[in-house]
């Protein structure tokens, strides 16, 4: 009798079936390999240059008048797509400026009023074209209007008193100030206008509004200037009073260390000891310890140099300074030590010694060059140049501090991008911009970081130099281009400027590189974000960017590209996640500008939207067909994702009782739906013993509900196999 097993129908049947593999014409790699250094180079070679418009020579007032109907065409037509963009409607105002046509100016800028009066700019551009052509009555009439539509933007008001007082009418611009007085603005304000009477010796005109201002704030802040201001009109008795009335007005809960320190400050000034002494007795018994830190090391300042105390707190200090010197000696390289030591030093205001201090502290290198022995030691050049920048104001000294520090840290083998950035953003607060682009180009030299990157880009992003910023973003893809954060916020720039298909050539170029650090990064679809690395990563890392570049084509209204842009991305992988975002893209319509103003075009927009190959019965079409592709080919290629073949028909069932189909469309989904089963199977540790059974849901499609007798047939005779085999060994 023939063996049931060696059969051809029991080979057909127990046969695995594996996918079709993919062919591949030609694996060996090119004979000439390029890197994305070269590519990037080449596109810059290759980049035409831009188009520069031939000069218009105009002999005639006819050639005049079709000039400027041809500019005022495209303005117009600009302004149409874009009313909302104020730089538009000042270059269309100054373009008629130009042509010394100022009604029509003004009527430009009137028209952007209309469209957005909150904008600053346009009020400020129209009121200088004024200005600059003599217009005052047309200014002051403009200025009017914008402090009355905008009263709590404080330039309109600076503008409108300084075109005042040029004109020299004073009395004008006291009336603004009160007309703006009446707003209560804030400190900056009051002091506007106090420093305007000041410039005409109006003193007891300065000296009434500060009562008013200290009514209306009753803040220490205006109470301090009040009594400065009386002390600098040599009025000690009234600065005095100043100082008493504030403490009695603002109250236990309005008293804090600075008024206190400045009376007691003043009386010190004033050469009355016992009177500053009394003010930070009684500050320190009526405010909180926690709060009068500041307070406390004053008035130790104050004893130290008018006191009797003063020999007291310098043997406290000393021992205290004694104590730190042996410890430093014993552990040179005990920073905390150090730190302790400085802040002791800061604290008693001796500029002299705390330099001595964090020069001896900064001289004790650590010995092994490794990044985790320098972490605590650079906080010490750090907090010295802190030190000189805020405290001594020596902003030399600041700068040889960090240009030193960086000198000394060996980049060759680690860097601190802290430090770098630090150097850089004091130069920036210096005013000194291209002393701060020297500093962070060689950081990037030097010891390129993400964050070095990052924060240059962000600081010529915020002056507005746009090829500033691509230049830093080219030198940023070049030394990572695996970082796929950086290709998204490069690309999210170029859509900013309007520039899509720079977007899209980045995109391209992202999509392509063969490694990506984090490419859920790109992978922006809520859809698809959370499957990232269950399948589409697995196909390869540089299919991630497809989708935010799917992302960006759909923002741009294009179905055609976001179509293709799926095809190349089931090109690379059939992952369920990929079909159902494909389906649920052809189901939904593109996005419609909804920043129309008008809601009779924002619905005309939209019923555009909805015609033609925009229209539901055709996109319901398309997404059923990509639904239908997509259960054929997870049918076909991957027998053994069940789970994701349910989901699958449940997304597409959801779809049809969405759109309401009918009963013949909806039943036909539901009976590939499966059966839920559930089942037994061994448990096996690593060494292959089994230790047990457990259970399982499995799912039983349709099509395989006639496989289950031979399924039966099939497990009997591997029981048979079994059972021979081992009667076989036993007789052995």
Request: glycine share 4%; charged share 35%.
């Amino acid at each position: 009798m023939a063996d049931p097993l060696s059969t051809s129908l029991h080979e057909k049947v127990t046969g695995v079936r594996m996918p079709r593999p993919t062919k591949v014409k030609n694996k060996t790699p090119a004979p000439t390999q390029i890197t994305a250094e070269q590519i990037v180079r080449e596109a810059k070679e290759r980049q035409e240059d831009d188009y520069k418009p031939p000069t218009v020579k105009i002999t005639d007032a006819e050639e005049l008048g079709q000039y400027r109907l041809k500019k005022r065409k495209e303005f117009e037509d600009n302004i149409r797509r874009v009313r909302w963009n104020s730089a538009m409607w000042v270059k269309y105002a100054k373009w008629e400026e130009g042509q010394k046509d100022l009604d029509r100016a003004r009527s430009v800028y009137e028209r952007a009023l209309d469209v957005d009066y909150r904008n600053v700019t346009v009020w400020l551009r129209y009121a200088d074209m004024e200005m600059r052509h003599r217009q005052v009555s047309h200014a002051r009439n403009l200025w009017d209007r914008a402090v009355s539509l905008l009263p709590r933007i404080d330039q309109l008001w600076y503008k409108y008193i300084h075109m005042e007082e040029m004109l020299g009418n004073v009395a004008g611009a006291r009336q603004i100030f009160e007309r703006w007085m009446q707003w209560e603005p804030d400190h900056t304000g009051w002091a506007s206008y106090i420093k305007m009477e000041l410039r005409y010796n109006e003193v007891e005109r300065a000296r009434g509004i500060y009562e008013r201002y200290v009514e209306i704030h009753p803040s220490v802040k205006a109470w301090v200037r009040y009594a400065k201001f009386e002390a600098k009109a040599n009025s000690r008795p009234r600065a005095r009073q100043c100082y008493e009335r504030a403490v009695e007005a603002l109250g236990e809960d309005g008293q804090t260390e600075e008024l206190y320190i400045k009376f007691a400050e003043f009386e010190e000034h004033c050469k009355e000891f016992e009177r500053a002494r009394a003010i930070f007795k009684f500050a320190l018994d009526n405010i909180p310890k926690a709060q009068a830190t500041d307070l406390y090391r004053r008035f130790v300042t104050f004893e130290k140099q008018h006191g009797d105390r003063e020999g007291i707190e310098d043997v406290i200090v000393s021992k205290r300074r004694f104590q730190y010197e042996d410890e430093v000696k014993k552990n040179p390289l005990n920073y905390d030590t150090w730190f302790d030591y400085v802040r002791l030093e800061e604290t008693h205001g001796e500029a002299s010694r705390v330099r001595e201090v964090y020069e001896r502290a900064i001289a004790n290198v650590p010995p092994a060059t490794e990044k985790r022995y320098w972490q605590r030691y650079i906080y010490l050049w750090i907090n010295y140049a802190l030190y000189e920048e805020l405290e001594s104001q020596d902003m030399e000294r600041a700068r040889e501090v960090y240009a030193a520090c960086l000198d000394l840290i060996p980049h060759k083998v680690f860097s601190f991008s802290k430090v770098w950035l630090m150097a850089g953003q004091f130069e920036i607060r210096q005013k000194r911009l291209d002393a701060a682009r020297k500093i962070l180009g060689k950081a990037i030299g030097l010891a390129a970081k993400g964050k070095i990157f990052k924060t240059y880009i962000e600081i010529e992003l915020q002056l507005g130099n746009i090829e500033r910023c691509r230049m830093l973003y080219g030198k940023y893809l070049e030394w990572s281009p695996s970082n796929c954060a950086a290709w998204v916020k490069f690309a999210e720039l170029e859509r900013s400027l309007a520039e899509a298909e720079r977007a899209r050539g980045i995109f391209e170029l992202a999509i392509t590189q063969p490694l990506l650090d984090m490419p859920e990064v790109l992978w922006k679809s809520r859809r698809l974000r959370s499957n990232c690395s269950e399948g589409v990563r697995c196909e390869g890392r540089q299919l991630a960017g497809l989708k935010a570049y799917i992302d960006f084509e759909i923002a741009e209204g294009e179905r055609e590209r976001t179509r293709q842009l799926y095809e190349r991305l089931l090109e690379r992988t059939k992952h369920v996640k990929v079909w159902m975002s494909y389906a649920q893209f052809e189901e939904q319509p593109m996005p419609v500008d909804e920043d129309e103003e008008d809601e009779e075009e924002l619905a005309a927009a939209q019923a555009r939207a909805e015609e033609g190959d925009e229209a539901p019965d055709v996109r319901a079409t398309r997404a059923r067909g990509v639904y239908e592709r997509a259960y054929r080919s997870l049918k076909e290629t991957a027998m053994d994702a069940k789970e994701e073949r349910v989901m699958l028909l449940e997304a597409w069932r959801a779809f049809e009782m969405r759109l309401g189909s009918s009963q013949e469309a909806l039943e036909s989904v539901t009976k590939k739906m499966p059966r839920r089963v559930k089942r037994k199977r061994p448990i096996h540790t690593e060494d292959g013993t089994a230790v047990g059974m457990e259970e399982y849901y499995d799912y039983i499609f349709p099509e395989e509900d006639g496989n289950l007798p031979n399924l039966k047939i099939l497990e009997a005779a591997y029981r048979w196999k079994r059972q021979k085999l081992a009667g076989d060994g036993d007789d052995a």
